[in-house]
């Protein structure tokens, strides 16, 4: 059975953990695409210029999800891994985890740095609303007007609600579908004569 609900921050948060004079100050994104996490990587790289390290994890998706992990400088595996254990121990998805070091000029060993960059995340969750999410895809419903009430008699009893319709001869109707329903719901629609559904992108609303 497909997902039908993710966990996600609401919206951006931050934290900050201190050890030995360094300052880790961490931040968090809500995202929905690699391209949105480079956009905001390179503003965190502009605005933090003076920081020594500036290391993140991200995770996308949900069944086959994207993740990355950089630990920017960081001896391997002591920044990025565990920002992104946090991420997953709070089972979070579509989210971007930035944490930034200010050097205080005394080394805190691969331990200190693990513990570093895994208590700044934290902080920063905790400081965070976390929210959780519906799994929707966007369909085109078209349909010749003769069965118009058949399709409208589903969508009413579904509760799905019209982001755009086009009603005529030929008629459209543009809704979004649970994705641990669509399958069902499709095949009800595509049993009444004349009804084509297709899969919309997002961007072209």
């Known amino acids: 059975m497909p997902y039908d609900t993710f966990k996600t921050i609401d919206a951006t948060a931050e934290g900050i953990y201190k050890d030995k004079g360094s300052k880790f100050l961490a931040f968090g994104y809500p995202v929905s695409s690699e391209e949105e996490t480079k956009k905001i990587l ?3 790289k502009k605005k933090y210029h003076d920081a020594r390290h500036r290391c993140y994890a991200y995770r996308i998706g949900l069944i086959n999800d994207i993740s990355r992990m950089n630990d920017d400088g960081e001896p391997p595996n002591t920044a990025g891994k565990p920002i992104y ?3 997953v121990s709070n089972d979070l998805t579509n989210i971007l985890v930035v944490v930034v070091r200010y050097f205080g000029g005394t080394l ?3 331990g200190g740095l693990i513990k570093a ?3 700044a995340a934290a902080n920063m969750l905790s400081n965070a609303r976390i929210a959780t999410r519906t799994v929707e895809r966007l369909y085109k419903i078209e349909f010749e007007y003769s069965a118009m009430n058949e399709v ?3 969508l009413d009893r579904e509760k ?4 755009d319709n086009k009603f005529g001869l030929h008629c459209s109707i543009i809704t979004r579908i649970k994705a641990n329903k669509e ?3 499709i095949s009800r629609l ?3 004569s004349s009804v084509k559904v297709s899969a919309v992108d997002d961007n072209t609303l």
């Open 42 to 44: 390179a503003e965190i």
């Open 152 to 154: 409208l008699k589903i």
């Open 117 to 119: 960059y895994k208590s």
């Open 183 to 185: 399958k069902d719901i």
């Open 108 to 110: 805190l060993g691969k």
């Open 85 to 87: 254990g946090q991420i």
């Open 190 to 192: 595509e049993r009444i």
């Open 160 to 163: 799905l609600k019209q982001a």
